[in-house]
């Protein structure tokens, strides 16, 4: 079985620029979890899905980010305009709708803004 | 709410070492507890697991035991390898509501030969 893929793996931009991220889950998993890792902070939930409904985006830090899931195979977080702080490496997760499911993670977008 | 406490890293060892990794959570219910392990470059992948009380959880020669009465699930291996090098989270699922996952901070380990 395929992963969780997302692309792009590596993006460099200019501050205010839109970053637009992808991420295609494993079929069958209807739950999507959007990640932030950063030295400084560690790894942050920015939002999740259940059946491509926003369930908590309490963790999306400010109007500049937003993030859909159209369908159950596709998810977009984007961030406009970017800005310097907001480089760091990008996560999307997937599960099946259960507790005692783990997380499938892909393997990371590293953006960085100049 | 719900959290998880893991010990600070790095933790430095010697190939062949006995390994410890400390983690005590914090939940309402009767969570699923979870090791995950991240190698440079890679997302988090799941180590183990284990979802009821006295459950022990093990792979790769790794094991942790879920103690509900002390609340942990400290992750233990006999004898550590290079290759083990990476960052261990511990993490808990709450049986309650979507399936949202707590991590703790992680902690890095390294192995010297």
């Known amino acids: 079985d395929a992963g969780v893929i997302q692309s792009p793996r590596h993006e460099v931009t200019e501050m205010g620029q839109e970053v637009t991220l992808r991420c295609k889950p494993i079929?069958?998993?209807?739950?999507l979890f959007w990640y932030r890792q950063t030295m400084m902070r560690g790894l942050e939930l920015l939002i999740y899905?259940?059946?491509?409904?926003?369930?908590?985006d309490s963790g999306m830090p400010e109007d500049r980010f937003s993030a859909k899931m159209p369908n159950a195979s596709f998810s977009t977080l984007k961030i406009q305009p970017s800005e310097p702080r907001d480089s760091a490496v990008y996560f999307c997760?997937?599960?099946?709708?259960?507790?005692?499911?783990?997380?499938?993670f892909g393997d990371g977008t590293r953006l960085s803004i100049l | 709410g719900d959290s998880v406490t893991q010990m600070e890293g790095p933790v430095t060892l010697s190939e062949e070492a006995f390994l410890t990794i400390n983690c005590t959570y914090t939940?309402?219910?009767?969570?699923?507890l979870f090791w995950y392990v991240q190698y440079p470059g890679e997302g988090l992948q799941l180590l183990l697991k284990?979802?009821?009380?006295?459950d022990k959880g093990s792979n790769k020669g790794f094991e942790a035991t879920y103690r509900k009465e002390t609340t942990s699930f400290h992750l233990e291996k006999g004898s550590v390898q290079v290759s083990d090098s990476a960052v261990y989270f511990c993490?808990?699922?709450?049986?309650?509501?979507?399936?949202?996952?707590?991590f703790g901070t992680g902690t890095k380990l390294q192995v010297i030969p």
């Open positions: 997760a997937s599960s099946r709708d259960s507790s005692n499911q783990p997380q499938h």
């Open positions: 079929s069958g998993h209807n739950s």
């Open positions: 284990a979802t009821k009380a006295d």
């Open positions: 899905f259940n059946n491509n409904v926003p369930i908590d």
């Open positions: 993490a808990l699922s709450d049986s309650g509501g979507y399936q949202k996952v707590t």
């Open positions: 939940a309402t219910g009767y969570p699923s």
